[in-house]
């Protein structure tokens, strides 16, 4: 059989299929998808759950003229495949490679930039608004998820759609599941309406969208006669598709949650294929977190652990089967996730507040008005800060440290390593008196032998981990073990001392003063932006107390960083050994 996918250069060609036609391409571009995740990774599930949503979204609409949004963006692989990056999509999320989401820079098909979830009808509406200001006639879709729409921003997208007139089609592709299983009530409501039991109002047709389905969203002839349909339906319309996460391969459907992004597979199998393990390995930073938390709410009744989510790759899962009534995810709703820890907070609770640093970016004013104004001692625990690899500039948790520093109250620590990220959470459910957010990277530490007695860690102390005689360096964070191995490779490097400073806020002033005292040289080494973040904070000292030794601060430059392996991109950012060593050495 003529294969169909490699003759399609763009939409225009699969326009000019017949229908009939369209059910092969559909397994065309499913095995596309498998064959080269199989090998090069990335997001899995959700791409191949609506290969025919977007061969039909495509085959209907008139895109790029027609404006089409993917909320998140992890689905979008055959989008991509479709216009114009078959070619290079086995370069999907590498170092120079195209983006794992929809980038405005990458294609004129894409329409809007994302990564973050839950941002399509706002966007969309937007644009659907700019069309009719622009007198154009085009047609708005933004597809979201089932997760992604019971997020606050997805609410206020409709809530203020519904009282316009605009030419919005939201498609809802409702799948049952996140990353993890939907929660909420809004979840509830949606397997109601599928199994034909619910008996409210609809919700949507009560926000004014005019309202269709569910309907089979594998199904191509009835997706493409229902979105011939909603094309000549003026104003908000909401279409309701049904499909399975990970469709076309057993194992996906069967396991939503491990191949929402599974890692290397066979591709004629499904089964996973697992890294070179080696029975000695560091554990990651996550199950660090997870363990300790269980550990600790075993003999702290008041400990309560939240998850905008996120609890398998946050590891707050272990919690959630230990104690499941004290612990909670709330679904995509980062602002909810604080204002909640804050309130059981100002009822006694020790509340860990799981987030990721970059989605914590979401709930900046509910940490500023809703916990630090209040000094409420909510525990907030930052994972994935720093770089994160290959999920690019929209995933990367470098803003956290500047973002945080200048909030009162609010102490900012980052351990170096899996013990120290241990002993400050049994420091912090001691009953700090003020809001703490710890921040650690994703992935695997250095510190095989990690469960130790638990230690307090005094607040606002740094270590001496190197004396020298010249230059200081002081880190913050887990990027201290790319220093320790950097000064290791100097050879003679006794001129070269070493701090791990751990807090942001409060700095250790009287180390500070000794330090600026005893070394002509100093640097700041820290895996975030060097605009405002710990870099800055020493530059303040400095300034404060009049000290003029010479400060080169380390981290992220003034732009962002895109995908890439850790190791590339600690490279391209001068924070990988051999890039550190040489700025060390420079000095020397
Ligand atoms: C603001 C924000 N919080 C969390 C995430 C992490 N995240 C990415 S995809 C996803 C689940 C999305 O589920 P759904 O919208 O149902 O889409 P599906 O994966 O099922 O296609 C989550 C929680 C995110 N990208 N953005
Ligand atoms: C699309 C998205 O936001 C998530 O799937 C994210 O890629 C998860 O990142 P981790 O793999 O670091 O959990
Ligand atoms: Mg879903």
Redesign the pocket.
Known sequence: MKNILNNIQTPKDLRELAKIELPQLAQELRQFIIDIVATKEGHL??SL?VVELTIALHYVFDTPDDLLVW??G??AYGHKILTGRRDVFHTNRQLDGISGFPKRSESTYDTFGV????TSISAALGMAIASKLNHEKKHHIAV??????A?GMAFEGLNHAGVTNANLLVVL?D?A???DP?VGALKQYLTNVKKGTQKQDNIFEALNFNYSGPIDGHNLDALIRELERLKSVDGPKLLHVITT?GKGLKQAEENQVKY?APGKFNSKTGDLIPKAHNSNEPPKFQDVFGHTLVELAQSNQKIIGIT???PTGSSLKFMMEAFPERAFDVG?A?QHAVTLAAGMATQGFTVFCNV?ST?LQ?AYDQIIHDVALQDLPVIFCLDRAGLVGEDGATHHGVFDLAYLRCIPNLIVFAPRNEIALRNIMYTAQQGLKHPIAIRYPRGRGNTVDWKQPFETITIGKGVELKKGTDIAVLSIGSIAHNVTKAINEIEDNSKIAHYDMQFAKPLDETLLHNIFNTYTTLFTVEEGTKIGGFGSAILEFAAKHNYSNPIKTLGINDAFVHHGNIKELYNICGLSIEKLSASFSKEL
């Open positions: 599930g959700a759950g909320d998140v992890h689905q990564g973050h979830s839950s979201i998820g089932d997760a992604s729409i997020s592709n799948n599941i996140g990353i939907s996460k929402h905008p989510a996120m995509i980062e990721y989605f979401r």
